[in-house]
C-alpha cells in the first residue's frame, strides 16, 4: 500500500496557478495517482487520474516523473472557489488498496 | 457522469438510537460500495467495504455489530448504527465505483451528518 505525504496547507492569490505535489515513493507497478477535491461538508469530487507523464481535463492537469515517486496536481488560474482539501490517492483502481486517504493539502485561495 | 447519492444528508437523534444511512449509485451498478467515517478536521477513514450478495469487510478497529452493513442489491448500500452514541457522531461518507472498464475512480456521495445528542 503506498503511502502519500502532501504539504499540510497552501495558500494563492485568486488568478494564479497552483502546483501541490504528493510523494509516493513506494508506488506499486499496477498503481494509478488519483485527486480528489472536497469542500466542507460534501463528499469528495474526483478531479484526475493518470499513471504516467501528463494528464490534462477541463479542471487540472496531472504531471508524473518517469519514475512516478511522486506527482503534481496543477490547477491553472484558481479562484475563490477552489479553496478546498485535495486528496491524492495511489493504488490499483481495480483493486481495493486505493482507498485510503492520507491528511490531504487545505488550499486556501485569497482574493 | 456516475452519481452516488446518500440519504439522509443529516440525522440528529437520543443516544440509544439505531440509525440508517443509505447509498445509492443512481446510473450505475455497484457489486461493490465504500463505507468512510470523517471527524472534524480530519481526514477519510476507511470503515468497511460493502459487497454485493455477501458479507461486509471491515477495516481493523470497527466493530462490525455497531455498523451493520447490507449490500442486498446492485445499487444500494445501507449502513446501520446499532444504538448510536455520541461518540458516533460524526461525517459518514459512501462511495462506488463504475463496473466494468478498468481503472475507475471512486465516485462519492455527499455524505451524512450523524449527531447524537
Known amino acids: 500500500l503506498a503511502k502519500t505525504t502532501q504539504p499540510i496547507s497552501m495558500d494563492s492569490y485568486e488568478g494564479q496557478e497552483v502546483n501541490i505535489t504528493c510523494s509516493h515513493n513506494n508506488i506499486a507497478t499496477n498503481d494509478y495517482i488519483t485527486w480528489y477535491q472536497q469542500f466542507p461538508s460534501q463528499g469528495p469530487r474526483f478531479i484526475i487520474q493518470?499513471?504516467?507523464t501528463k494528464v490534462t481535463n477541463e479542471v487540472a492537469s496531472l504531471f508524473i516523473p518517469a519514475d512516478r515517486k511522486s506527482s503534481t496536481l496543477s490547477l491553472p488560474r484558481v479562484s475563490l472557489s477552489d479553496t478546498a482539501v485535495y486528496y491524492c490517492l495511489v493504488g490499483d483502481p481495480t483493486g481495493a488498496n486505493n482507498l485510503f486517504f492520507g491528511t490531504g493539502t487545505r488550499l486556501t485561495v485569497i482574493p | 457522469g456516475a452519481v452516488v447519492s446518500q440519504h439522509p444528508s443529516r440525522v440528529i437523534c437520543k443516544s440509544g438510537t439505531s440509525v440508517k444511512i443509505e447509498c445509492r449509485s443512481l446510473?450505475?451498478?455497484?457489486?461493490?460500495m465504500f463505507w468512510y467515517r470523517q471527524f472534524p478536521k480530519q481526514s477519510l477513514m476507511l470503515m468497511a467495504t460493502?459487497?454485493?450478495?455477501?458479507?461486509?469487510?471491515?477495516e481493523q478497529g470497527v466493530e462490525k455489530d455497531k455498523f451493520l452493513i447490507n449490500h442486498a442489491s446492485l445499487t444500494l448500500s445501507t449502513l446501520t448504527v446499532a444504538s448510536a452514541h455520541p461518540e458516533d457522531s460524526s461525517f459518514y461518507i459512501c462511495s462506488a465505483r463504475v463496473q466494468g472498464g478498468s481503472n475507475q475512480p471512486q465516485h462519492f456521495g455527499d455524505g451524512t451528518r450523524l449527531s447524537i445528542l
Open positions: 446510473d450505475f451498478q455497484a457489486t461493490t
Open positions: 460493502s459487497n454485493e450478495g455477501s458479507k461486509a469487510t471491515y
Open positions: 493518470g499513471y504516467k
